[in-house]
């Protein structure tokens, strides 16, 4: 993710580089348990790689003050450790057989061992907030709650009453947005920035959050999800919802025919699929899934959130911490994998 370009920029970027290769190593640090049945799987996610996009934008909203000091750091290694753990959970209520392309972590140990490693890891990143003040340690609880709503309304599904999609976008904010736009503010708050672009920064980071998923449900759907070790469709194929889908179904509802029997195709896949057939038979329709309007529509709307994030930073003065943001959030709709 190039956040800084040009000879005189040059400088930002290589401080980046360096403060980031210190937020690795204290992370993969703070990852260490002295027993041994709990460290290898507590190190298992951090060490299959990532794009730490979360202590990156604290260390980036912290140049907006004094820059990255011991306390943003130690925000910016919480953030990474709660997002860490919130995927062990996330793979055992999936039944993810992949992360980050290698084996999702339950099925090299189980499914106890995953969820009691990312409980340490919510410990873990708990211990480090609690010594930098009631108001991060407020705001680290909160995007806790944030986060179990979110899983939680996922799981549930929407009620009769909600609006399917708004529910579904609500879901996003909650499981994702909520932990980028906490990296977005502690960044500000531990840096001497002005008070007032805290909540800039956190608007930003939401809708970021927001975006970045969106633009995961169109690469689920490309060839190229194989790079990070996932077959193409692999969320269509377990039935998870998607805004591709969502859009789908909605079209079927307004009575369009061809949606409808789109819709019927994908769920009766998804239903041999669940009872042991081969997920290959939904092939002919993930392909026209990408290349159905829809997934094009869902691109759109993620440029949107992205172009809705970048909006939200202009009370912040013009500097090459706010073109590196504004970046951040091409970056982000435009990545492949």
């Known amino acids: 993710m190039h956040l800084f370009r040009g000879a005189a920029e040059k400088r930002h970027a290589d401080k980046m580089k360096q403060e980031l290769a210190l937020v690795e190593e204290d992370l993969l640090a703070q990852l260490a348990f002295a027993s041994e049945v709990a460290d290898a799987p507590a ?184 790079q990070t070790g996932k077959l193409a469709g692999t969320d269509l194929r377990a039935g998870v919802v998607t805004m591709p889908l969502l859009l789908l179904r909605d079209r079927a509802a307004k009575g369009d025919a061809a949606a409808a029997e789109f819709c019927a195709r994908i769920d009766s896949g998804v239903a041999r699929i669940a009872a042991g057939e081969d997920p290959s038979i939904l092939d002919p329709e993930v392909v026209a899934l990408r290349e159905h309007e829809v997934t094009q529509q869902t691109e759109e709307a993620a440029r949107q959130w992205a172009a809705d994030a970048v909006r939200a930073l202009d009370p912040l003065p013009k500097s090459t911490v706010k073109r590196g943001l504004e970046r951040m959030a091409e970056s982000i709709v435009t990545r492949e994998g």
């Open 43 to 226: 190190r298992y996610l951090a060490e299959a790689g990532g794009k730490r996009i979360r202590p990156m934008l604290t260390l980036l909203t912290s140049q907006l003050g004094d820059g990255p000091n011991d306390r943003v750091r130690r925000a910016a290694i919480a953030i990474e450790l709660t997002h860490l753990a919130s995927l062990y959970h996330d793979d055992v209520m999936d039944d993810a057989t992949l992360r980050r392309g290698v084996p999702a972590a339950q099925t090299v140990w189980s499914n106890s061992v995953a969820i009691l490693a990312g409980d340490l890891l919510f410990a873990r990143a708990s211990s480090m907030v609690s010594g930098m003040g009631e108001e991060a340690i407020l705001l680290q609880a909160k995007t806790f709650e944030r986060l179990c709503l979110g899983q939680l309304h996922e799981t549930v599904g929407p009620r009769s009453e909600d609006d399917p999609m708004q529910h579904y976008l609500q879901v996003l904010a909650d499981k994702t947005g909520a932990l980028i736009s906490t990296a977005a503010r502690m960044g500000v708050l531990f840096s001497g920035a002005p008070r007032e672009y805290a909540d800039c920064v956190t608007a930003y980071g939401e809708k970021i959050g927001v975006a970045f998923q969106l633009i995961d449900d169109v690469i689920d759907l490309s060839p190229k999800a194989e």
